[in-house]
T-cell receptor, first 113, second 109 residues
């Protein structure tokens, strides 16, 4: 693994189903983030984690949950998917608050029908 | 509220120069970033400005004026591979990134 890996890359999901998007990084970065990207809108932060064991809510957290059991993994769970959660989801990491550069995974395209 | 504005789309010719503007209104300022995103791919970091002035990196340069809430990304000697979206983002007083919607740059031969 090099950088950030997301899975699945694409998924079609029925409304009401539970879904977990996986994210793993091998750069030992403390901070990790989940964004969604929708046409015509900027990246919107869903949840973040500044270090293992801690998480925080971003701009659009409703309907999503995260956990950060260790440094490498930061899964995003949709407890009961709704069509408005159709989007492209990006996981990202950075070396810490003082550095700005984000490293992004390749994205997970989710369609909720 | 916090807001970042950048043009939705721009068109330029291969070999030419293009300037993509970004204006921002945020709660505090702790740096401005430019990212490049090719269609269907992840954003990748291009530049970072925290002090006023011009930062040059090869064919790409980024300028910042904090007093005007303004930045631009300058791309020289345009190549077809520069066709992409360019995202402007500002880190606010809480060290959260606020993102613009991106500028889609189309390069024509």
């Amino acid at each position: 693994i090099a950088g950030i890996t997301q899975a699945p890359t694409s998924q079609i999901l029925a409304a009401g189903r539970r879904m977990t998007l996986r994210c793993t990084q091998d750069m030992r970065h403390n901070a990790m983030y989940w964004y969604r990207q929708d046409l015509g809108l900027g990246l919107r932060l869903i949840h973040y984690s500044n270090t293992a064991g801690t998480t925080g809510k971003g701009e659009v957290p409703d309907g999503y949950s995260v956990s950060r059991a260790n440094t490498d993994d930061f899964p995003l769970t949709l407890a009961s998917a709704v069509p408005s959660q159709t989007s492209v989801y990006f996981c990202a990491s950075s070396g810490g608050v003082g550095t700005g550069e984000l490293f992004f995974g390749e994205g997970s395209r989710l369609t909720v029908l | 509220g916090q807001n970042i504005d950048q043009p939705t789309e721009m068109t330029a010719t291969e070999g030419a120069i293009v300037q993509i503007n970004c204006t921002y209104q945020t709660s505090g300022f702790n740096g401005l970033f430019w990212y490049q995103q090719h269609a269907g791919e992840a954003p990748t970091f291009l530049s970072y400005n925290v002090l006023d002035g011009l930062e040059e990196k090869g064919r790409f340069s980024s300028f910042l004026s904090r007093s005007k809430g303004y930045s631009y990304l300058l791309l020289k000697e345009l190549q077809m591979k520069d066709s992409a979206s360019y995202l402007c983002a500002v880190r606010d007083s809480n060290y959260q990134l606020i993102w613009g919607a991106g500028t889609k740059l189309i390069i024509k031969p």
